[in-house]
């Protein structure tokens, strides 16, 4: 059975991004809902959005590492677009009140230089398709009330998505094993956690030619200059009005989030 009324279930959630009011999760009334009705879901909300004037940016790709696979319950990752509108520099201010129950994820982030469309892409050809990399946060957050989510609830809500921030140089990956790349983050000066690149689906780079197939699947490609999110390398972190938070790349360098002290 297709998902019941997935454009209403688009507007609720456009509804809570715009007054940041979170709603049920859809599986508390439909606990059948799948990955295919979130990505329904998604495919209605994403119209909304890009009709209030923003943009598709690049995309983030979820669920890359196996804890989250296992939490979640699903053996895949899950993807949506970034909107332009949700990306910050690096060491930019970010408004707590515009998040609902935002967290922090220190993220490998990849901008890509050709054109790559699936299916059929090998980690190879994405390799070559990236200009390089840069350090980057992934804010996410749920419009569903109290990270209740099942799968279809988080896919149906851009994966949640809240907004990214990124460092401004691109460093070219040509001689560097992304597997290897190692992180830490602090929070307000203390050590939280650290991770390598190989949480991301064994290799960040294949996080890029997983997402090249399964959206040319639907006739989309990764464009020139589109930024690929490649999935958290710890567990995510909540974020607090006044926290900084810094996380330190091998290779790449370092990125700040600095929340601002408003009331979250």
């Known amino acids: 059975m297709p998902v019941t009324d997935a454009p209403a279930k688009a507007r609720a959630l456009y509804e809570a991004r715009r007054t940041r009011v979170p709603i049920a999760p859809f599986t508390d009334a439909e606990p059948d809902l799948g990955m295919a009705d979130g ?35 699903v053996d895949s990752p899950d993807h949506s677009p970034v909107l332009g509108s949700t990306v910050y520099a690096d060491g930019d201010v970010i408004d707590p009140a515009g998040f609902i129950a935002p967290k922090a994820e220190a993220e490998i982030v990849f901008v890509m230089g050709s054109r790559l469309a699936g ?50 140089r691109i460093v070219p990956i040509e001689g560097i094993d992304t597997r290897l790349l190692g992180m830490t983050l602090t929070r307000n000066g203390e050590l939280v956690d650290t991770g390598a690149g190989a949480a991301a689906l064994g290799d960040p780079v294949a996080v890029v030619a997983w997402l090249a197939n399964v959206l040319g699947a639907n006739g989309v490609a990764l464009e020139p200059g589109h930024i690929v999110m490649t999935g958290a390398l710890h567990a995510a972190v909540p974020m607090q009005p006044g926290d900084v938070f810094r996380a330190e790349f091998d290779r790449l360098g370092a990125v700040t989030a600095r929340v601002g002290k408003g009331t979250a």
Do not use: N
Request: charged letters at 20%.
């Open 119 to 168: 299916p059929g892409v090998t980690v190879t050809a994405a390799r070559q398709a990236i200009a390089g990399a840069v350090a980057g946060f992934e804010i996410v957050d749920s419009r569903i009330a109290d990270w209740r989510i099942k799968l279809a609830d988080t896919v149906a809500d851009l994966a949640s998505c809240g907004a990214i921030v990124t460092s401004s």
């Open 39 to 73: 990505y329904a879901i998604q495919q209605e909300l994403v119209p909304l959005l890009l009709a209030d004037g923003d943009t598709i940016v690049g995309h983030k790709v979820g669920l890359t590492s196996k804890p989250m696979q296992r939490m979640i319950g």
